[in-house]
């Protein structure tokens, strides 16, 4: 029996689950918040569901590991810091270099911070907890899991855009996708639950949180997904405008005297999507409840998202050549029974057919009829623990 943590950084935050590895059972989990600005402040949770909360000056995410690992000893969760073998950390682009899951060294994290232009809020965030940990536990198991690894599988048909293809070669301008972690994990459940090898199936995961993305799965890879060189592309999302025709960019900034291409893309990535077309809010419960009501922007941000994810589904099943099941996941997925109910019901040419009994139920389970065509799943994600069994994989590799 072995303790692995799963660490998400971001640039002022520091999440953490910690397992007990083979039997994934979740031990403690928490978060450093505000980390270097005031109000710092650290939580953590015990497998008994007790809640610990402690503010103070946080100055760095060394600071953070430092004070998260202390916790963890005096609230008795370990005895001893080498309880934890080995440590997951997220990493958000991993570019060309990185198809795999990867063993940290000193090359490794070089990379990782070289890449930020693909991902310049994550990457150096990544790389700050990849080194706050290091420099604590310099001597376990650390692996970087990658966003976009789970994507190295495109065909070069699905990742070329159609410009000049120099642009591709001299600067890596192509797709990478994302929220890779999460499409590889609920399609392994999705097989799991459907009793068949995933290398036999067509799938389409739909994770759709705050940031969405689709993903078509077949025999077994990432074959398709809705995100692009960032994740600004794709469907509409929570304040990400989703695919845009790029003159309509460079009319509005003539139009709103913009300089920065950059303030164009926060726009398109913070002010877009359901919270720009509503004018109300980027939560989906709040566009909901304002359609009920009879909001008309709020009906019609519904509308475009429904159908986003449906023109997604019709193109990628004729891509792949068919469709075998469909997985609802992330924040509106796992959540949303109105969403899921609109999106299978436009699916009638697949033969699908909602449970309407199941859609209201919880937890990772079918929702189809039992003579539906195609299979529905709602599948609750687990990144933390996909990252935990990539340490484990690696760690068997090890020995
Ligand atoms: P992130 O992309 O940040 O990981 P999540 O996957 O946690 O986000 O999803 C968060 C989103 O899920 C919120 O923006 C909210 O709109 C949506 N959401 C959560 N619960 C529901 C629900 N019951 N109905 C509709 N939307 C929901």
Redesign the pocket.
């Given at each position: 029996m072995e303790k692995i943590i799963a660490i998400n950084a971001g640039s002022s935050t520091l999440k953490f689950k910690l397992f007990e590895m083979p039997e994934e059972k979740v031990i403690s989990s928490g978060a450093v918040d505000r980390i270097g600005i005031p109000g710092s402040n650290f939580t953590i949770k015990t497998a008994d569901g007790h809640k610990t909360k402690i503010e103070q000056p946080i100055k760095n995410h060394e600071e953070a590991v430092d004070l998260l690992l202390q916790q963890l000893l005096k609230l008795d969760i370990i005895k001893d810091y080498h309880e934890i073998t080995g440590v997951g950390h997220r990493v958000v682009a991993g570019g060309e270099i990185f198809q795999d899951s990867a063993l940290i060294n000193d090359q490794v994290l070089k990379d990782i911070e070289d890449l930020k232009e693909y991902a310049p809020l994550h990457n150096p965030a990544n790389a700050t907890g990849i080194r706050a940990f290091k420099k604590i536990l310099p001597d376990i198991t650390s692996v970087a899991v990658f966003d976009t690894s789970f994507h190295g599988t495109l065909p070069e048909k699905n990742y070329l855009y159609s410009i000049p293809y120099e642009y591709y070669e001299k600067y890596g301008a192509r797709k990478y996708g994302a929220h890779g972690t999460s499409h590889r994990y609920v399609a392994g459940q999705a097989a799991k639950l459907m009793q068949k090898p995933l290398e036999d199936l067509k799938l389409i995961t739909l994770h759709?949180?705050?940031?969405?993305s689709i993903t078509a799965i077949k025999d077994g890879k990432s074959f398709d997904t809705s995100m692009g060189f960032t994740p600004l592309a794709g469907i509409t999302m929570?304040t990400r405008s989703g695919d845009i025709d790029v003159s309509l960019v460079v009319y509005l900034m003539e139009k709103l005297n913009i300089k920065d291409p950059r303030k164009m893309l926060e726009i398109l990535n913070e002010k877009s999507g359901l919270l720009g077309l509503s004018q109300l809010s980027?939560?989906?419960?709040d566009i909901?409840d304002a359609a009920d009501d009879g909001n008309h922007r709020a009906e019609v941000a519904v509308d475009i998202l429904v159908n986003d994810i449906v023109k997604y589904i019709g193109s990628y099943a004729t891509e792949m050549g068919g469709l075998d099941g469909i997985v609802f996941t992330?924040?509106?997925g796992e959540?949303?029974v109105p969403?899921r109910q609109k999106v299978v019901n436009r699916l009638g040419i697949f033969n699908a057919k909602l449970d309407d009994e199941l859609n209201q139920q919880r937890g990772e389970r079918f929702i189809n009829q039992a003579d539906s065509a195609i299979k529905i799943m709602v599948i609750p994600t687990n990144e933390e623990l996909a990252i935990a069994r990539e340490v484990e994989r690696f760690k068997k590799m090890e020995d």
């Amino acid at each position: 029996m072995e303790k692995i943590i799963a660490i998400n950084a971001g640039s002022s935050t520091l999440k953490f689950k910690l397992f007990e590895m083979p039997e994934e059972k979740v031990i403690s989990s928490g978060a450093v918040d505000r980390i270097g600005i005031p109000g710092s402040n650290f939580t953590i949770k015990t497998a008994d569901g007790h809640k610990t909360k402690i503010e103070q000056p946080i100055k760095n995410h060394e600071e953070a590991v430092d004070l998260l690992l202390q916790q963890l000893l005096k609230l008795d969760i370990i005895k001893d810091y080498h309880e934890i073998t080995g440590v997951g950390h997220r990493v958000v682009a991993g570019g060309e270099i990185f198809q795999d899951s990867a063993l940290i060294n000193d090359q490794v994290l070089k990379d990782i911070e070289d890449l930020k232009e693909y991902a310049p809020l994550h990457n150096p965030a990544n790389a700050t907890g990849i080194r706050a940990f290091k420099k604590i536990l310099p001597d376990i198991t650390s692996v970087a899991v990658f966003d976009t690894s789970f994507h190295g599988t495109l065909p070069e048909k699905n990742y070329l855009y159609s410009i000049p293809y120099e642009y591709y070669e001299k600067y890596g301008a192509r797709k990478y996708g994302a929220h890779g972690t999460s499409h590889r994990y609920v399609a392994g459940q999705a097989a799991k639950l459907m009793q068949k090898p995933l290398e036999d199936l067509k799938l389409i995961t739909l994770h759709l949180g705050a940031g969405s993305s689709i993903t078509a799965i077949k025999d077994g890879k990432s074959f398709d997904t809705s995100m692009g060189f960032t994740p600004l592309a794709g469907i509409t999302m929570a304040t990400r405008s989703g695919d845009i025709d790029v003159s309509l960019v460079v009319y509005l900034m003539e139009k709103l005297n913009i300089k920065d291409p950059r303030k164009m893309l926060e726009i398109l990535n913070e002010k877009s999507g359901l919270l720009g077309l509503s004018q109300l809010s980027p939560d989906l419960r709040d566009i909901l409840d304002a359609a009920d009501d009879g909001n008309h922007r709020a009906e019609v941000a519904v509308d475009i998202l429904v159908n986003d994810i449906v023109k997604y589904i019709g193109s990628y099943a004729t891509e792949m050549g068919g469709l075998d099941g469909i997985v609802f996941t992330a924040g509106i997925g796992e959540n949303s029974v109105p969403i899921r109910q609109k999106v299978v019901n436009r699916l009638g040419i697949f033969n699908a057919k909602l449970d309407d009994e199941l859609n209201q139920q919880r937890g990772e389970r079918f929702i189809n009829q039992a003579d539906s065509a195609i299979k529905i799943m709602v599948i609750p994600t687990n990144e933390e623990l996909a990252i935990a069994r990539e340490v484990e994989r690696f760690k068997k590799m090890e020995d």
